[in-house]
């Protein structure tokens, strides 16, 4: 059942009051608090065991928003807000000086976006502020995707689950760096390079150096991660996988007769993606010992998906 009416009201009274609400967006659930209130803020990093210096994306109701929170706007950021907003694209721009280091990671620039969620869009409007809002899981393991994955994760350390369903998007927002004067893909999201270029009239590009772009969520190098040790395979191998392995297949629907869990993920990236988090859910707890994935196309399509994969196997097999 969707939230009722009487639901975001209670949602957004837990916010003001400075606890911790989780939503859901197009992409993943989040673990909100009110982006302006240290306290709460502090209570995000410690439900989830996150590192201080990482900073939070600011989730806002609408565009018009973005002056409250970012300075030096320039008209690309403008430009994309219109063309993608509501919608899974995070923008890194320069903060305003009342911004909470807590929620930049002490840096001179904040990440924003309006997400794509009747559910979430309700809540940001009751509340009439900025919500602060990471994966709402323990940090560095498998985001979630419908509301029984935080209720898993995360237990009492939230006030309040707002079910809104399974996640449409399933992974998470494309963050571009706008705050250096040119735009740079700092997380690879289903809105892809070609279509900012196709908004702003030049193509984004990939930061060449750690120093080369602020530090931003989900791009450490393990994150996304399960408990059971994870690795690649490819297609001509699958169906040479150990007996009893875990196994995440693309282009093939039948296991092998020694299979163990085998989940087909089949059809294009956006079907992959929508069940990346809760196929590799699935797969770990299997308690296998080994998850096999199965390589995947090459085409820029699924370029968002490897980056989450290969972060994932960086940081699978550890408690």
Sequence with gaps: MSPTPADIAQAAALLRAGELVALPT?????????????????????????PADHPLIVHLAEAEQLTAWARE????????????????????LKKEEDVLDAVTGGQDTVGLRVPDHPVALALLRAFNGGIAAPSANRFGRISPTSAAHV??????????ILDGGDCEVGIESTILDLSRGEPIILRPGMIGAEAIAAVIGRAPRLPQTREDAPRVSGALAAHYAPRTPMQWLSPAALSQAPAGAAVLSHSQAAPPAHAGRWIHSGGGASAYAHNLYANLRALDAAQAGQIYVESLPA??????????LGRAITGSGKD
């Design 26 to 50: 197009e992409t993943v659930y989040g673990l909100g608090s009110d982006a302006a209130n240290p306290h709460a803020v502090a209570k995000i990093f410690a439900a989830k065991g996150r």
């Design 73 to 92: 706007i320039p008209k690309e950021a403008i430009a994309l807000a219109r063309a993608f907003w509501p919608g899974p694209l995070t923008l890194i």
């Design 151 to 160: 209720a898993e994760e995360l237990g009492e350390a939230v006030s309040m």
């Design 299 to 308: 085409d820029s399509d699924w370029d968002a998906i490897r980056d989450r």
